[in-house]
Nanobody, 125 residues
Framework: QVQLVESGGGLVQAGGSLRLSCAAS????????MGWFRQAPGKEREFVAA????????YYPDSMKGRFTISRDNAKITVYLQMNSLKPEDTAVYYC??????????????????WGQGTQVTVSS
């Protein structure tokens, strides 16, 4: 049974930083990628970042490059999302996901098969 447990969300002022964590279990890690999505009120869920568990290659949509960094800790079986220079428009529920990678002309994304429960990030102006 796959379990993804997020932590690290909260309230931060604009310009601040947060680091989200996602502890995973129940996966065959070498064959998975993990990543983050977010969903703001009234908006669709959007892809934020992904990391290939084997090799550590990282993937971001163009809109997320520069301020967000995804990483992993093999020993702790945990994926992180470091978010810097946060803006009010980054306010959303952030979801950890595990699944497979796919590539299109727009880049590489994550096709989720499992989701965490989500963690709220609120950026005040």
């Amino acid at each position: 049974q796959v379990q993804l447990v997020e932590s690290g969300g909260g309230l931060v002022q604009a310009g601040g930083s947060l680091r989200l964590s996602c502890a995973a279990s129940g996966l065959t890690f070498s064959s998975y990628a993990m990543g983050w999505f977010r969903q703001a009120p009234g908006k669709e869920r959007e892809f934020v970042a992904a990391i290939r568990w084997s090799g550590g290659n990282t993937y971001y949509p163009d809109s997320m490059k520069g301020r967000f960094t995804i990483s992993r800790d093999n020993a702790k079986i945990t994926v992180y999302l470091q978010m810097n220079s946060l803006k009010p428009e980054d306010t959303a529920v952030y979801y950890c996901a595990a699944g497979g990678l796919f590539t299109t002309a727009q880049g590489t994304g994550l096709m989720p098969q499992s989701w965490g429960q989500g963690t709220q990030v609120t950026v005040s102006s």
